[in-house]
Nanobody
Framework: QVHLLESGGGLVQAGGSLRLSCAAAGNVFYTVVMGWYRQAPGKQRELVATIHTNGTTNYADSVKGRFSISRDDAKTISLQMNSLKSEDTAVYYC????????????WGQGTQVTVSS
């Protein structure tokens, strides 16, 4: 069983910054992709950024150049969010999944990010 513990959400003014962290506890396979997704009210959950075990990163076009994902250690990732916009307001979810086993797919409980204009 894997548990994902998120931290770092909150309220910030437009143009400000926040840093989200996600720590995985439990049996984590060696080869995984960890990342962040977000869901705004009335919208579908969407990818924000992911990072592979080998360090390869992937970003949504809407956050490129403003957000940066990093792997702090084998089980912890962070998302540095700069130049925040009101449209970044959403619940942010940490995700961990296996490259080879689609059933190995875990979500955190979510953390609220609110950007005031």
């Amino acid at each position: 069983q894997v548990h994902l513990l998120e931290s770092g959400g909150g309220l910030v003014q437009a143009g400000g910054s926040l840093r989200l962290s996600c720590a995985a506890a439990g049996n984590v396979f060696y080869t995984v992709v960890m990342g962040w997704y977000r869901q705004a009210p009335g919208k579908q959950r969407e990818l924000v950024a992911t990072i592979h075990t080998n360090g390869t990163t992937n970003y949504a076009d809407s956050v490129k150049g403003r957000f940066s994902i990093s792997r702090d250690d084998a089980k912890t990732i962070s998302l540095q969010m700069n130049s925040l916009k009101s449209e970044d307001t959403a619940v942010y979810y940490c995700n961990l999944k296996s490259i080879f086993n689609p059933a190995y797919n875990h979500w955190g409980q979510g953390t609220q990010v609110t950007v005031s204009s």
